[in-house]
């Protein structure tokens, strides 16, 4: 009878080891999600989505809270936490990862696409995959390209319409080389600083301009401190929806392949929403009294062949840079 009460007791400890195994594997996975945009803006809201689309594939066992507006730190942190693991998914530009990551800088080059549908063709395709590639022996997994739009100049001065207008400005810049030496090859003064802190910038007169796209333009209000926006789209440097390969590493093949699923399908809901904003936030500035113009990039182009000398210097990235250049032929 004493030994029946053991394999009963030993039976029942078994049972709920296996019971409690498998609530474990079921256990939801929530993945913390850094982007230092508002709400609503069309990144934060494609990662949501992109979590959406996630919780589906994996019957609610992984989601995505999305932490907006800097609120886990600037892009220059969230990227040194994200390689740790502190933070599991990031939206950043491709700017700041140009030092980490130096297929990025290629293209993030100066007047690199000739147009919107020409970046998206590019990138789309396997030229995007393989820069999305170079991006794990660093220790993040490149999950998505998103649309960043043209940037152009916007100073708190005078328009800018020729080079002699750059000379002495004071433009913020991203932390990154590329675009450093971009803005003092025009005749400017570059000035690195975290996005977060442009408005007061330019309204202390600490910095006389940045440039930007048009929905980085009017959601931060620098509109208001910083009227004039010259169109001269020197660049369409993206965003990259990454993951730390610590966190990635933890999820199950089937897990992983779910993840990067949900974020390839989250990218035409970024484009939707981005053609949308950036037609909305062109209206809001012109409204408000923005003074836009178009600006003849021609002499503006000749001034960075030092820059495509410098970066894209290797063998590597002269052929990557090829490889943009054949794609939109």
């Known amino acids: 009878m004493g030994v029946l009460k053991t394999l009963t007791a030993t ?5 709920a080891l296996v019971g409690s195994i498998g609530l474990a594997s079921a256990q939801e996975v929530v993945l913390r999600s850094a982007d230092t945009h508002p709400d609503g803006y069309p990144t934060v809201e494609a990662v ?7 919780k589906e594939k994996t019957d609610g066992r992984i989601e995505i809270q999305v932490f907006d507006s800097h609120q886990l730190g600037e892009e220059k942190e969230t990227i040194e936490q994200t390689k740790f693991g502190v933070i599991d998914l990031n939206r950043v530009s491709f700017a700041p990862m140009n030092n980490i990551v130096p297929a990025t800088s290629v293209v993030c080059l100066p007047y690199v696409f000739s147009s919107v549908d020409s970046f998206r063709q590019v ?13 794990e022996p660093k220790g993040y997994i490149g999950l ?6 043209a940037r152009s ?3 708190s001065k005078h328009a800018i319409n020729t080079l002699d207008d750059m000379n002495g400005l004071k433009i913020r810049v991203q932390q990154s080389d590329l675009f450093l030496d971009m803005v003092k090859a025009l005749g400017a003064n570059p000035t ?12 202390t007169g600490l910095i006389d301009g940045a440039e930007n796209n048009w929905p980085s333009y009017e959601s931060s209000h620098h509109y208001e401190v910083a009227k004039y926006y010259s169109l001269d789209m020197h660049a369409q440097c993206p965003e990259v929806l990454m993951m730390s390969k610590v966190s990635y590493d933890k999820l ?4 992983q392949q779910a993840v990067r699923d949900a974020a390839k399908d989250s990218v035409k809901k970024m484009r939707e929403l981005w053609d949308a904003q950036e037609e909305q936030s062109r209206k809001i500035v012109e409204e408000a009294g923005a003074e836009i113009n178009e600006v003849d990039t021609a002499p503006f182009q000749d001034a960075m062949a030092p820059i495509y000398d410098k970066y894209a210097s290797t063998p ?3 052929d990557l840079l090829d490889k943009i250049r054949d794609a939109q032929k």
């Not at 949501?48 to 996630?54: A, S, T």
């Not at 998505?144 to 739009?149: C, F, L, M, N, Q």
């Not at 690195?192 to 309204?203: H, K, T």
């Open 123 to 135: 990138m789309d395709g396997p030229v995007g995959d393989e820069v999305l590639a170079a991006f």
């Open 252 to 255: 199950s093949p089937e897990d």
């Open 11 to 15: 039976a029942t400890v078994a049972t």
């Open 48 to 54: 949501k989505y992109m979590g959406e689309v996630l």
């Open 316 to 318: 590597e990235l002269k």
């Open 153 to 155: 100049f916007y100073n």
């Open 144 to 149: 998505a390209v998103y649309d960043s739009g």
């Open 192 to 203: 690195p600083m975290a996005y977060g802190e442009v408005y007061s910038g330019l309204q």
